[in-house]
C-alpha cells in the first residue's frame, strides 16, 4: 500500500496510496490492536486506547465531540446504518424517503433494501444541467410526509455542490432529518456548519479503503448502535484502518486548501481546454467540487478511451463513479438530461501536478481520434 501512483493518475475517487506515515501507523496498530477493545485486561485496553485516540483526532478536525463520531467498514455499510437506524425510529410516522434523483448507487442501494420503505426521487433543477436539487419540489414532497431524506452535500461523479444549508433548513422546518453523503468533500472543500447525519469515506483524504465516518449532530436524538463505548458500528473493530485514517487526516489538513485552489485552477483549464474540443461537461462549472469533472463522448465507448488513455499512461474512470460496471449507463448524467451512454471522469489527487494535466491535454485529442 505504499507503492507510488503511476504518474498520469487521474482517479483520486477510486483511491490513492497511503503515505509512508499512515502506512506506519497503519503497521504499528496491526502489531498492537488485536485484541477486543471492550475487554479489561491490557492487550484490550491497548486496542480501545488506539481506537479511541483515533476517534478523538477525527472529531478534533471536524470540531465536534469524539461521542458524535462513528466508524463503519465502509461507506455502504455506513450508510445503510444511518438510513436503516433513523428509518427505525421513524418508519411509524412515514413510510416515505425522500432521495436525490443524484444520489450515488450506495445511497439508492441502502434505501431499496429497507422492508417497507417507499423511496421518492427528488427532481433536480429542470432548467439546468448541474444537478443541484430542486428545493420546490423538495418542499412538496416534505408536505406529504417523509422518513427522512437523503440529499448529498456534492456530486462525486459531475462535481456540483447541493444547495445544502437551504436543503437542511427545508428539511428541518418540515421536520425531517437529513442524511448527508459527504464522499468527496472532506479535505478537498468546506464542510457545512450545520447539519444532521454526515457519511464520509476514509479514502478521501488518503485513508484506507475498510473504513468509514459517520458524524451525527447534537440535535438528532439518533445515534447508531455500535460496540461499547468505542463508536464502530458493526462487526469487530478494524482499529488498524481506523488509526491509519486518523493519521492520514491529521497529515492532510495543514494543506487541503491550497491543494483544494491548486485542484480547481488545473480542472478550470481542463474544462477550458476541453469546451475548445466541443465535448460535452457535465455538472455546475462554478458551484463544484475542486478536484472532479465529468465530460460526454460520442461515437465510441467511454471504456475504449479508459483503455486507449491508459496505454498513453493516463488513468481515469468511465460510467458512473458508483458503479463498477462501466457498461451501466450513468443514472446522474440521465437525471440532468445529458447523454449517458459514454462518460469519463477525472478526479485529481490533492498533489496532481501540472505535468499529469499537460500529459491528459496532450494525449486526450490523439485518443479520441483513435478509437473513433
Not at 441502502?110 to 428545493?135: E, H, I
Not at 427545508?170 to 468527496?184: E, F, K, M, Q
Not at 467540487?289 to 468511465?318: N, Y
Amino acid at each position: 500500500m505504499d507503492t507510488e501512483r503511476a504518474p498520469g493518475y487521474l482517479d483520486a475517487i477510486a483511491g490513492i496510496p497511503l503515505s509512508e506515515s499512515t502506512t506506519k501507523a497503519w503497521q504499528s496498530a496491526i502489531a498492537q490492536a488485536w485484541s477486543d477493545p471492550a475487554r479489561m485486561h491490557h492487550a484490550g485496553r491497548t486496542s480501545g486506547l488506539l481506537l479511541d485516540s483515533a476517534r478523538a483526532s477525527i472529531a478534533n478536525f471536524l470540531n465536534v465531540s469524539p461521542n458524535l463520531v462513528f466508524f463503519a467498514g465502509s461507506g455502504p455499510d455506513a450508510l445503510r446504518a444511518a438510513i436503516g437506524g433513523i428509518f427505525a425510529i421513524r418508519g411509524s410516522v412515514s413510510r416515505r424517503i425522500l432521495v436525490s434523483s443524484v444520489e450515488s448507487m450506495a445511497v439508492i442501494g441502502a434505501v431499496a433494501g429497507l422492508p417497507g420503505a417507499d423511496a421518492v426521487s427528488l427532481a433536480v433543477d429542470s432548467t439546468a444541467t448541474s444537478g443541484a436539487v430542486d428545493l420546490t419540489n423538495l418542499r412538496n414532497q416534505l408536505e406529504s410526509g417523509a422518513a427522512l431524506a437523503c440529499v448529498q452535500l456534492a456530486n462525486a461523479e459531475i462535481g456540483t455542490r447541493q444547495p445544502f444549508a437551504r436543503v437542511l433548513a427545508v428539511c428541518r422546518n418540515a421536520g425531517v432529518p437529513l442524511i448527508a453523503d459527504a464522499t468527496g468533500v472532506i479535505t478537498h472543500d468546506q464542510l457545512p456548519e450545520d447539519y444532521d447525519v454526515l457519511v464520509a469515506p476514509a479514502r478521501d483524504w488518503g485513508g484506507p479503503p475498510g473504513v468509514a465516518i459517520v458524524v451525527t449532530s447534537p440535535n438528532l436524538r439518533w445515534r447508531p448502535e455500535e460496540a461499547p463505548d468505542r463508536g464502530w458500528i458493526g462487526g469487530f473493530p478494524d482499529i488498524p484502518a481506523a488509526v491509519a485514517a486518523a493519521v492520514a487526516l491529521e497529515e492532510a489538513a495543514p494543506l487541503w486548501q491550497e491543494q483544494a485552489d491548486s485542484n480547481r485552477a488545473m480542472i478550470d483549464r481542463i474544462r477550458s481546454e476541453l469546451l475548445k474540443m466541443s465535448l460535452e461537461l457535465a455538472g455546475d462549472p462554478v458551484d463544484r467540487l475542486p478536484h472532479i469533472l465529468t465530460f460526454t463522448i460520442t461515437g465510441a465507448a467511454g471504456g475504449a478511451l479508459v483503455t486507449e488513455l491508459d496505454a498513453r499512461g493516463i488513468q481515469v474512470a468511465s460510467g458512473s463513479a458508483c458503479t463498477a460496471d462501466t457498461r451501466m449507463p450513468s443514472h446522474v448524467l440521465e437525471a440532468v438530461g445529458l447523454p449517458n451512454e459514454a462518460s469519463i471522469r477525472i478526479s485529481l489527487p490533492p498533489d496532481c501536478s501540472a505535468a499529469t494535466v499537460d500529459l491528459f491535454l496532450r494525449e486526450l485529442p490523439a485518443a479520441l481520434a483513435t478509437i473513433r
